[in-house]
Each structure stands twice: as C-alpha cells, then as structure tokens.
C-alpha cells in the first residue's frame, strides 16, 4: 500500500494525558497537512509542511498543539494535556507541491476520544 | 482564503445524474477546484480537479464556466455506493503558499 498512512487508528486517553499521532506520506509527496474533523463538519486546516518547515501553523488550535517534520518524510502531531474538545478524527493529507495537477491525498486519520 | 457555499444535504435515485453546485466568488488567478468524496470513517478521497471549462474523468465531469465563481460537479448514473459527503476545495495548487481549506460539503443520499 503506497498511500498516506496514520497511526493509530483510534486513540482513547483521559483528560490531561498526552497525544501524538504519525503521518508517513506518499513517498515523493514534499506537502503534507494536518486538518481535524469533528462530527458533520468538513475538514478544519491546522498547519501544514513543505519538507521539514512548518510554512503555516497560525490555525493550530492552541498551544496545546505542535507539528513536526524532522527529516522532511513521517510527521507528528502532538496534542499536550488533552480536553474533552479535542474530541475529534485528525487527518493527514500529502501533494507534491510545484504540480498544478498534484491533488491532496489523504489518510484514513486517527480517531481521538478524551475521556 | 477563497470561501466556498456549497448545498448541505441532496436527494437522489440510483440510475440519475447528479449535479453538486458549489459556489467561489473570491477565487483567486491560482485557485484551483477539487472535489472530494467522503465516506464515514475514512478520510476524503479525490474525484476529480479542474481549473476552466470542462474536465471529464471515468467517475465525474466537472463544469467551471468562464468567470469561475461556482462549479458544478456531475455524477452519471449514481449508485447506492455514492451516498456519501462530497466536498469542494478552492485553493492555490499552483505554489500552496496558502491553506488549503473546506467547507461543509454536500450529503449526498442515494436510495434505491
């Protein structure tokens, strides 16, 4: 399977415990995003990567929430002292930037629960 | 950021072209249009990209006319296998500098 993939899946965690989920893209694919989805809305944009620089994390939620790229391939996305509110599927999407025609393609998320 | 409207709930008969209007009046010179489909659970999934005129594909057409403030895509002959949440995505796939952000898409509903 050559497409973007997210760990985990699903993710449980009490209140005040500490998240962090993986992205690793389509291999080639120097984009990648970060959107979360809460129930009956579309995907909400968090920050997004060109290699390893974060080129936008203004719309990060908070704080709370940080993004890295290390080395340009896999990324992270942590989510510290976790609310309720964060409650929500996180995407990962990747495109090859410089191609007009370069889509983005998603994973299929983690599903966050707080407790 | 080019603001999309697009219907939030549509009705449609296996066997029937479906046609999904979204509206961009903001869009920008380097905006291109996307559509994708989303099935719950999964994250979406692409359809079909345009930037003028008509772009057919083996699942979709999509329909821009010349002032590109809406789009309208079109489903031949849909199938219980498309009830899903179509959304359309306005944004610079040229260079990217900008986010790339969605609306609230379109539920489709297919009943046999």
């Known amino acids: 399977d050559t497409g973007v993939s997210q760990n985990p899946r699903h993710k449980i965690t009490k209140r005040g415990q500490n998240v962090t989920f993986r992205c690793d893209p389509i291999?080639?694919?120097?984009?990648l995003y970060w959107y979360r989805q809460t129930l009956g809305q579309g995907p909400e944009f968090l920050t997004y990567?060109?290699?390893?620089?974060?080129?936008?994390k203004s719309r990060l939620l908070s704080d709370r929430f940080s993004a890295e790229r290390p080395k340009g391939s896999f990324s992270t996305l942590e989510i510290q002292r976790t609310e309720q509110g964060d409650s929500a599927m996180y995407l990962c999407?990747?495109?090859?930037?410089?191609?007009?025609?370069?889509?983005?393609?998603f994973g299929n998320g983690t599903r966050l629960t707080v407790t | 950021l080019a603001k999309t409207t697009q219907p939030i709930s549509m009705d449609s008969y296996e066997g029937q072209e479906v046609n999904i209007t979204c509206s961009h009046n903001?869009?920008?010179?380097?905006?291109?249009i996307t559509w994708y489909q989303q099935f719950p659970s999964q994250g979406p999934r692409f359809i079909i990209q345009?930037?003028?005129t008509k772009v057919t594909n083996e699942v979709a057409s999509l329909f821009i006319p010349a002032d590109r403030k809406s789009s309208t895509l079109s489903l031949p002959r849909v199938s219980l296998s498309d009830t899903a949440v179509y959304y359309c995505?306005?944004?610079?796939?040229?260079?990217?500098?900008?986010?790339?952000?969605f609306g609230s898409g379109t539920r489709l509903q297919v009943q046999p």
């Open positions: 999407a990747t495109r090859r930037a410089g191609q007009s025609n370069s889509p983005l393609h």
């Open positions: 291999s080639e694919h120097n984009r």
């Open positions: 990567f060109q290699n390893e620089a974060q080129l936008e």
């Open positions: 903001n869009i920008a010179t380097n905006d291109y």
């Open positions: 345009g930037y003028k």
């Open positions: 995505l306005v944004g610079d796939m040229q260079t990217g500098r900008r986010a790339l952000t």
